[in-house]
């Protein structure tokens, strides 16, 4: 095997391709080689030596040593330095590369090979001997850190002393002299809590650094995003070692981080920031305010600072070349780390580039009308859950804003809650049910959790680029970074603008779109769906081959389901037109009536409002197809709970309290999810299904006229096992059909169908479609399909089904993602069987898995007709559906 890979001088070993074994950053940096650009030459250990290491007992394969040192060797002939020599001495930096990118979770060593000899000769060589002993101390700490395990704070103890002892304020005071002296005394603190000196030999320090590195692929945190963002552990990460270049080496010399275009708004602008006279990792954690890079940007965020296009347009020019050349290449936007030493711009590294849902929708479309890409790629380029982002709610332009403070607009999107200092209050009032916005200085990876638990993010420090900045976008969560006038104090738990305190506790609301932060809970709206999301959703819409319907109970569900594009309703729920207070009361008389006269006077009430709903329903939708469900209504939610409730119905029905209370105790079920529900209730008390029949088929006339066009409403059956109970309720369907057809002289058009929620009825598929009177459509309904194919209750589920996706032994919850094996077996069979009797049967799903882009792709694969989900997601499954076809 050949577990290194060298890169530089216009050429690489590697390329873009091999990110498997080169990791993401080493196969990039390989690519950038390949093509030419000015990469500082270095090499990539693969993922396979990760693997060996953990598969070994932290050991390395026996040729690894001997490749090393060759590919160092040709490090040192592109640079024309030697690794450890006294006179021209090779630095290298060593990073992490994983497959996926992982921003912040793993450790880096710069300025390696540093030591008392080596440094005098950067001092010699630089002539600028405070660069080359502020680069040792900086090695020192960062080696320290990441390579024997002691903390920053050490140093910095160490260097505030020193400040206060001579009177500085600012690192840039320090002279050469100054770093020299620190040196020794961060040398000796090694020393003396380590029980070993600095190690001086730059051969160990490379061995220890690597070490390091592939050690870091098992830290908490890098475990912690692994799992977040599903990351198998076996893929393992590379290590770079490449020459080091300096942004340090003085007031020519800088360091930056840039997108090709905005990651924020997708705008086709060179997008970043920079330092002057700084080293890489200053930029991304924040510790200074950077520059920006172009003067359009300069001006926009009012900086006197200088942009980097004034400062050095040499350098500026030859990464603007870059960057197009670049996304060219890649035809996507890309996210740049660059070095300039001494007007001299070096590339570090290039990869697509993390975006908010906004941005990736602009990006993708304009991609496509640059040609740069094709309409189907740019449909398969965004990932249908981020689209959840594009539906966040913004702050209503009306509101009042009491601004507090403003900091950069670093994640869109708004959000308010309680102010919480520390990721863990965050995640302890999460798990309250309360909402939080997490307020730091800055973040840092071990935040991740915290931020994971906060409505959005507040940081007082750090630019566009910091970690707060870039986790939140990826999160997509709402952040305002670098919010500098506010001073947090995490002693006393507050948080203080211009003379006024708030406390932990205190709400407020940030504006990730802006940057503000505001006091209190402020009014949001709703989004608009931009020009791009229409424009890649229509897109969507010609690619896919799956209908998109959504579950829509009211009319306002029925609109907003029409608005993000769905194309019917496939699921009305009508037991949920009973929530509302004035209507709950008739639906209590109907249950608990132990007579059938007492039930019809209740259904008698019911019936005008279910004739209503369904009328404006069916005006809604203007002929588009909708199914209608009946009643379905696990009973322990409506019955009546209390002594008030109960003396309530029973004055409605005209009764004793105590005889509800025992109609009540009657009808208490200790498994009510596998009780009286679904066509139970239909058979038990065929009166309600009549009624529920006539309000939809006078509705349909009614709306026919109103519309001007045909209504055929499809009226489905729930929770059926067997043929015979479908006929039974069919049987009352038509009649009732026939009937109302008479009354008002119309001819109707319906269908009467089912949903499969059960085993049996999959199994049984064919007889229950088969033959005259068979169902006419399937709906799975995979809620109660998941939960009756497990046995495991879905309102009871929460306790033991997070200990089963921890453990791995479901891969996800199977109420969320449908079980492709045993539940998606069971569709897959009542899909067959059912077109086997009826070839054009029409076959949907209405279960929470339609708006779950990986079952979408399942339904699309088991050529279902259409999936149906909730409103809001309804883009997502035309997205997931138009890339399960592509
Ligand atoms: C289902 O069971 O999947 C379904 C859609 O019905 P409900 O969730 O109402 O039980
Ligand atoms: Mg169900």
């Known amino acids: 095997a050949k577990w290194v890979y060298g890169f530089g001088g216009g050429k690489a070993e590697g390329k873009a ?13 390989a690519e950038m080689a390949n093509l030419g650009l000015p990469v500082p030459p270095g090499f990539t250990i693969t993922t396979d030596v990760c693997t060996y290491f953990y598969a070994h007992g932290e050991s390395y394969p026996k040729e690894l040593a001997g490749e090393v040192d060759t590919a160092l060797a040709e490090v040192g002939k592109l640079t024309g330095k030697t690794f450890g020599d006294k006179v021209n001495p090779l630095l290298v930096s060593v990073r992490s590369g994983a497959r996926a990118s992982m921003p912040g979770m793993m450790d880096t060593v710069l300025n390696l090979g540093l030591n008392d000899e ?12 405070r660069f080359a002993y ?20 050490l140093f910095e103890d160490i260097l505030e002393e ?76 590379a290590v770079n070692v490449q020459a080091m270049v300096f942004g340090n080496m003085g007031d020519d010399s800088a360091t930056g981080v840039a997108f090709t275009r905005n990651p924020s708004t997708g705008e086709s602008k060179l997008y970043g920031e920079f330092l002057i006279n700084a080293q890489g990792e200053d930029v991304v954690a924040g510790i200074r305010t950077p520059q920006e890079i172009t003067e359009d940007a300069r001006k926009e965020a009012g900086s006197d600072k200088p942009s980097l296009e004034k400062a050095m347009p040499d350098a500026f020019n030859e990464l603007t070349r870059i960057y197009g050349t670049l996304e060219k290449h890649y035809r996507d936007m890309q996210d740049l780390e660059f070095t300039i030493e001494q007007n001299k711009l070096w590339m570090l590294q290039t990869r697509s580039g993390k975006r908010t849902a906004k941005a990736a929708l602009k990006i993708a479309v304009e991609l496509a009308s640059e040609g740069l890409i094709t309409e189907d790629e740019a449909v398969m380029r965004i990932d249908p859950a981020s689209l959840d982002q594009l539906l966040h709610p913004t702050i209503d332009p009306k509101a009042e804003r009491k601004i507090l403070a403003t900091g950069l ?12 200092f520390t990721s863990e209050e965050a995640e302890a009032l999460k798990e309250k049910g309360r909402k939080v916005i997490l307020v730091r200085v800055e973040t840092s990876p071990e935040d991740i959790h915290g931020m994971h638990a906060a409505e959005g993010i507040l940081t007082t420090r750090g630019g566009m680029t910091s970690h707060a900045a870039v986790v939140a976008r990826g999160m997509g969560k709402p952040c305002v970074s670098g919010a500098g006038s506010l001073r947090v104090d995490y002693n006393a738990k507050t948080m203080t603008v211009a003379g006024q305190t708030l406390k932990q506790g205190e709400i407020v609301t940030i504006d990730g779109s802006t940057g503000q932060v505001l006091l209190g809970q402020v009014k949001m709206i709703e989004p608009e769906l931009s ?51 004035d209507r709950i009361q008739a639906v209590r008389e109907m249950i608990l009536a132990d007579n059938e006269k007492a039930r019809r006077a209740a259904l008698a009430k019911i019936l005008p409002m279910q004739r209503s709903d369904f009328v404006e329903l069916f005006e809604i939708m203007k002929g588009l197809p909708v199914t209608i469900r009946l009643l379905d209504p696990p009973l322990h939610e409506f019955l009546p709970h209390g002594d008030a409730e109960i003396a309530e119905v029973a004055k409605a029905i005209g009764t004793e309290p105590q005889k509800i209370k025992n109609r009540a105790a009657e009808l208490a079920e ?18 309600i299904a009549e009624m529920q029949a006539r309000a939809i088929f006078e509705a349909a006339a009614e709306a026919a006229k109103s519309t001007g066009k045909p209504v055929v409403p499809e009226v489905m059956v729930p929770l059926i096992a067997t043929r015979a109970e479908f006929d039974i309720v069919k049987a009352r369907i038509d009649a009732m059909a026939e009937a109302v057809s008479k009354e008002k002289g119309v001819t109707l058009d319906y269908q009467v169908g089912t949903m499969i929620e059960l085993p ?99 339904c699309h694969e088991v050529a279902l007709d259409y999936v149906s989900c909730s409103p809001f997601r309804t883009p997502i499954a035309r997205l997931a559906a138009a890339q399960a076809a592509l």
């Open 118 to 129: 080596t440094v005098e000769a950067l001092a010699k060589k630089s002539g600028d001997p």
């Open 531 to 581: 020009g791009e999301f229409a424009t890649l959703m229509s897109w969507a819409d010609k690619a896919r081959r799956l209908g998109v319907r959504a579950n829509a109970d009211t009319p306002s569900d029925a609109r907003t389901a029409l608005k993000y594009g769905a194309e019917g309703i496939g699921l009305c729920r009508t037991e949920h037109m009973f929530f509302e207070a």
């Open 670 to 687: 200790f498994n009510p999810m596998l009780g009286f529900r679904g066509c139970r209730i239909a058979i038990a008390y065929p009166e």
């Open 409 to 420: 607009p670093a994640s869109p999107g708004a959000a308010s809650g309680e102010i919480v």
């Open 17 to 29: 391709d091999m990110k498997n074994l080169l990791g993401g950053k080493g196969a990039n940096l």
């Open 162 to 237: 020193h400040k206060d002892a001579h009177g500085y304020t600012l690192d840039t005071e320090l002279t050469a002299d100054d770093w020299k002296k620190l040196v020794v005394q961060y040398k000796a603190r090694v020393e003396e809590e380590n029980g070993k000196p600095f190690p001086q030999d730059p051969r160990e320090q490379l061995w220890g650094a690597i070490g390091a590195v592939f050690g870091s692929w098992m830290n908490a945190r890098a475990k912690t995003y692994r799992r977040l963002h599903n990351i198998p552990e076996s893929w393992g990460t």
């Open 134 to 153: 502020d680069s040792y101390r900086r090695f020192i700490t960062m080696y320290s850190n990441v390579v024997l395990g002691l903390e920053h704070h």
């Open 760 to 858: 049996r009825a999959s199994l049984m598929a064919d007889k229950i479609a088969e033959g005259e009177g068979g169902a006419e459509f399937f709906s799975f309904g995979t809620n109660d399909l998941t939960q009756t194919t497990f046995g495991i209750s879905r309102d009871d589920a929460a306790s033991f089904l997070a200990t089963y996706t921890a453990r791995g032994i479901v891969p996800v919850d199977p109420f969320v993602s449908i079980d492709r094996d045993g539940v998606g077996e069971l569709v897959k069979i009542g899909v067959e069987r059912g077109r086997r009797v009826q070839p054009k049967l029409k076959v949907g799903i209405c279960g929470e898995h339609g708006g779950d882009p990986a079952s979408v792709a399942f």
